[in-house]
């Protein structure tokens, strides 16, 4: 196996992204009005659950972070839709290179993009929203690359199972939103009706959430969002297994139709 | 080169290959030839290793393709039937990436970029979109990419496909250099006039199956005399001809070496008002097509279109 192969296709994926960033502003930018917008909301629901000196970030931009980053789902499979559309897939299979590179080279970049939109969420939340970080950063980083992990490997599985472009935009998007609604990104698990504080646990936004919450606001280091990285870690290894079961190079994806 | 064995593939019920036999030598210039759905791209991609055989031996080089398929994908240029180029950047961001992909050094590459473009005419098309080119620019953009790396086999899908007439000649004077700098070329068309261009040797499938092999003047030689084919308004009328006779729908068709004399003993013999057209067809593919199935190759292939897609 060769790296040279995979970093190539990874540049050039990343030429294409950035040839049309429009998807890119989206994910990067929305998250930052979102928790403009919806901070003050959170503010009284920290106070009430016993921090007073909270000002809603702290609960808004792990929480827009982790819901934004849930759309990457659908963009891991658009780019291997994308590639069908245009014809290249079968240049790219052509080429010599393992399927293991070739699926590196497309999958790495939406990874990246999903961390650096987490990041960058992170590191703007001090200075445009007075968002403090209690406990460990690495803990925060550690969280975030998992994360982003596991929900590229969702990504891929639901690449895997969609044979259309219009499949994928349904399961990867409301799949991703009802991931990160259930999650507890949007809303407090504990403003949650019953049944749906129920399901919470049973998806990976929920622990990534419990992470972020156990460092933020809590003060924690790496040893607290330990179980939660392995139960997200686990989801990830979930979603490669389905993804590596049922995804076939020689499946043909309709971009449209 | 290119050696097939008992090549069998099924999609489902349907069967796209019967068990092909097929070489390619190098230098040589193989165009698999047949009418759409004849089972030609479904071969093209088994060799570039794009799908599954269900029985059969593939080798390139004398490497297995199903055992070793990044090996034999190192030896082979694809330019398969659908346009595939990125659309959203350069002309040479395009080479640049398939270039890397099989292995070629910086500075070779560049060197590469600039022969293969200056082969196909689209030097002065290096630094635009590709999305912006004309269709015929992007045929030869896609050709160029199968070249890169120099491949000692060389599989052009319908390379021609909707391309202009110069594209089409230039393509096809690349495929003759090509073979005469020592590559092996399978060369699928459903152009019968191509072959006739290229003076390659012929593999004629038909239904997944092959149905002739030989040089074009071989098999016209052994296979094709002139046809009349006689089409009438209704019935065809009882006609008394000598040699080969076959009645299709509408359509007499008399195999015959000499179509003048032949017409001359027919004609009288026909009701008055009853024939609508007369045509004959002179010795060529088309007619080795029709002395083999049966059927117009150009019937085959719009029949087809409406059946599968490989």
Redesign the interface.
């Known amino acids: 196996m060769?790296p040279?192969?995979s970093a190539?296709?990874i540049r050039?994926e990343f030429?294409?992204m950035f040839?049309?960033p429009s998807t890119l502003v989206f994910l990067l930018f929305m998250p930052l009005l979102m928790v403009a917008l919806m901070r003050q909301l959170f503010a009284g629901a920290l106070a009430a659950e016993g921090f007073p000196g909270a000002n809603g970030s702290e609960f808004a931009v792990p929480g827009m972070a982790v819901a934004f980053a849930a759309f990457s789902v659908s963009y891991a499979g658009f780019t291997f839709f994308r590639d069908h559309g245009?014809?290249?897939?079968?240049?790219?299979?052509?080429?010599?290179?393992?399927s293991v590179e070739l699926i590196a080279g497309k999958v790495v970049p939406t990874v990246a993009v999903t961390v650096a939109q987490l990041a960058l969420l992170f590191l703007l939340g001090g200075p445009l929203f007075g968002f403090r970080v209690a406990g460990s950063v690495f803990a925060i980083g550690l969280v975030v690359v998992v994360l982003a992990l596991s929900l590229s490997a969702f990504g891929m599985a639901v690449t895997a199972l969609a044979r259309t472009m219009q499949q994928l935009n349904a399961i990867g998007t409301v799949g991703g939103f009802g991931m990160a609604m259930l999650g507890g990104a949007w809303v407090p698990v504990s403003a949650m009706p019953g049944w749906a504080q129920a399901v919470a646990p049973a998806m990976p936004t929920y622990w990534a959430m419990k992470a972020f919450r156990a460092v933020v606001l809590d003060g924690g280091g790496v040893p607290d969002v330990v179980v939660p990285v392995l139960v997200m870690a686990g989801f990830g290894v979930a979603f490669t297994l389905l993804a590596a079961a049922k995804f076939r190079l020689?499946d043909s994806k309709a971009y449209y139709g | 080169m290119l050696h097939i064995e008992g090549l069998r593939k099924a999609y489902g019920d349907v069967v796209a290959l019967r068990g092909v036999d097929l070489d390619v030598a190098p230098g040589e210039i193989v165009s698999l030839l047949g009418p759409n759905g004849a089972g030609k791209t479904t071969l093209v991609?088994i060799v570039?290793?794009?799908?599954?055989t269900d029985a059969g031996i593939v080798e390139v080089d004398g490497i297995d393709a199903r055992e070793r398929s990044?090996?034999v994908?190192?030896r082979?240029g694809?330019a398969?039937q659908?346009?595939?180029?990125?659309?959203?950047?350069s002309v040479r961001?395009n080479l640049l990436?398939?270039g890397?992909?099989?292995?070629l050094g910086q500075r070779e590459l560049r060197s590469r970029i600039e022969e293969v473009a200056e082969a196909l005419g689209i030097t002065g098309l290096l630094d635009r979109q590709g999305g912006t080119l004309s269709g015929g620019q992007k045929r030869r953009l896609h050709t160029a990419?199968a070249l890169l790396n120099r491949p000692p086999l060389l599989l052009l899908d319908e390379a021609t496909t909707g391309a202009d007439v110069e594209t089409r000649a230039q393509i096809l004077e690349l495929v003759r250099g090509l073979a005469a700098d020592g590559s092996a070329v399978l060369y699928s068309t459903h152009y019968l006039q191509e072959v006739e261009d290229l003076s390659a040797s012929v593999v004629l499938l038909d239904e997944g199956r092959v149905i002739a092999r030989g040089g074009v003047k071989e098999l016209i030689a052994a296979h094709a005399d002139p046809v009349v084919e006689l089409t009438f308004d209704g019935e065809v009328p009882p006609v008394a001809a000598s040699g080969g006779a076959t009645v299709e729908g509408r359509r007499l068709r008399l195999a015959t070496t000499d179509p003048a004399s032949t017409l001359t003993a027919v004609l009288p013999q026909l009701p008055p008002g009853s024939l609508d057209s007369v045509e004959i067809v002179r010795p060529s593919l088309e007619a080795v097509y029709l002395a083999l199935t049966g059927r117009r190759y150009q019937e085959a292939d719009q029949e087809a279109e409406h059946v599968s897609p490989s």
């Open positions: 060769s040279r192969a190539a296709i050039h030429r294409v040839s049309d245009w014809g290249t897939w079968d240049r790219l299979r052509a080429a010599p290179l393992s020689e | 991609s570039a290793g794009l799908r599954r990044v090996e994908r190192r082979i694809l398969p659908d346009l595939g180029i990125y659309p959203v950047v961001r990436l398939f890397r992909l099989v292995g990419i």
